[in-house]
């Protein structure tokens, strides 16, 4: 999703130079139809986007109890220590100190593993969403002539009219489809 995206400011100089170059007369760039739409914004307002981003929260707040868990036994662990050092010798107080460190390395890396367990379920997630996102703008964008549907977040979008943005008819128009094809899954 994000290397599609990223081609769009491409697209858009590409689109521009055209015109310019071509010397398009002013009722031949009348034709031309834009429009914006906010992405983020679809995924959190239809209804299998916040499906999936309830998903995503509940496997995210699993993830987080676990490391605050091991949290918590890292900071008994080294108040444990910090009580008992003066009392030990010299070898065991660094044997308990390589222990701490491990421990340490070993949250670090839960922690690591647990963000790209969470990116990857994120990605798993919203990549049925956005392939059918696609098509539900691919067939505005057929249906209402538009010549380019442009993510409004992306950078060189600096400002558009809000009768460009079709963002919430496109939430609509997505909705529509996941309704009928959940019917049609029922029968």
Same mark, same amino acid.
């Given at each position: 999703?994000?290397?599609?995206?990223?081609? !769009?400011?491409?697209?858009? !100089?590409?689109?521009?130079?055209?015109?310019?170059?071509? /010397?398009?007369?002013?009722?031949?760039?009348? #034709?031309?139809? +834009?429009?914006?739409? &906010?992405?983020?914004?679809?995924?959190?307002?239809?209804?299998?986007?916040?499906?999936?981003?309830?998903?995503?929260?509940?496997?995210?707040? &699993?993830?987080?109890?676990?490391?605050?868990?091991? #949290? *918590? @036994?890292?900071?008994?662990? @080294?108040? *444990?220590?910090?009580?008992?050092?003066?009392?030990? /010798?010299? %070898?065991?107080?660094? $044997?308990?100190?390589?222990?701490?460190?491990?421990? +340490?390395?070993?949250?670090? *890396?839960?922690?690591? %593993?647990? #963000?790209? $367990?969470?990116? #990857?379920?994120?990605?798993?997630?919203?990549?049925?969403?956005?392939? $059918?996102?696609?098509?539900?703008?691919?067939? !505005?964008?057929?249906?209402?002539?538009?010549?380019?549907?442009?993510?409004? /977040?992306?950078?060189?979008?600096?400002? /558009?009219?809000?009768?460009? %943005? !079709?963002?919430?008819?496109?939430?609509?128009?997505? %909705? &529509?489809?996941?309704?009928?094809? *959940?019917?049609?899954?029922? @029968?």
């Amino acid at each position: 999703m994000k290397g599609r995206l990223s081609l !769009i400011p491409v697209l858009l !100089i590409f689109l521009w130079t055209t015109v310019l170059c071509c /010397n398009v007369t002013a009722e031949e760039t009348a #034709q031309v139809k +834009i429009a914006v739409i &906010n992405m983020q914004k679809v995924v959190r307002k239809s209804v299998a986007g916040q499906k999936a981003m309830k998903k995503l929260n509940k496997k995210f707040e &699993n993830l987080q109890k676990k490391l605050r868990a091991k #949290q *918590d @036994k890292l900071k008994a662990f @080294k108040e *444990d220590l910090g009580e008992k050092v003066p009392l030990m /010798n010299e %070898d065991a107080k660094a $044997e308990k100190e390589r222990e701490y460190k491990k421990a +340490i390395r070993d949250f670090k *890396d839960q922690s690591d %593993d647990a #963000q790209f $367990e969470m990116r #990857q379920a994120e990605s798993k997630s919203m990549e049925p969403v956005l392939k $059918e996102l696609e098509k539900v703008v691919t067939r !505005i964008g057929e249906k209402g002539g538009y010549t380019l549907i442009l993510e409004k /977040n992306m950078p060189g979008i600096y400002f /558009n009219a809000s009768e460009v %943005d !079709i963002t919430d008819e496109v939430i609509k128009a997505y %909705d &529509n489809k996941i309704k009928s094809k *959940d019917k049609k899954d029922k @029968k």
